[in-house]
């Protein structure tokens, strides 16, 4: 079983910066793809990025976001650069033991808020 905890969520201005990071645990024995997913106010949860083991990366926002593995640490990163009010809500770390897709992601953190002011 797969535990993720995040961290590294706050408060900034617009043109802010943070990153998040995803603590992985358990049975990571296997290959598996590790995202960020997140939430805003009155939107359904969307993808933001994922990483699969070996590297392969999708990103929805990388014009502003990269996501990272550091695998001696088991943790996966999201730098997020030039944030913008639009990008305020909660954002979660998910663990997919298939592919990339959305829609394999089964393991989900507890949420991080990140909010951006204007």
């Known amino acids: 079983q797969v535990q993720l905890v995040e961290s590294g969520g706050g408060s900034v201005q617009t043109g802010g910066s943070l990153n998040l990071s995803c603590a992985v645990s358990?049975?990571?024995?296997?290959?598996?793809?590790a995202g960020w997913f997140r939430q805003r106010p009155g939107k359904e949860r969307e993808g933001v990025a994922g990483?699969?083991?070996?590297?392969t990366i999708r990103n929805s926002l990388k014009d502003r976001f990269t996501i990272s593995q550091d695998d001696a640490e088991n943790t996966v990163h999201l730098q997020m650069n030039d944030l913008k009010p639009e990008d305020t809500g909660t954002y979660y770390c998910?663990?997919?033991?298939?592919?990339?897709?959305?829609?394999?992601?089964?393991?989900w953190g507890q949420g991080t808020q990140v909010t951006v002011s204007s």
């Open positions: 990483i699969y083991t070996g590297g």
């Open positions: 358990g049975n990571t024995d296997s290959t598996y793809c």
């Open positions: 998910a663990v997919s033991l298939q592919t990339c897709n959305w829609a394999d992601f089964s393991v």
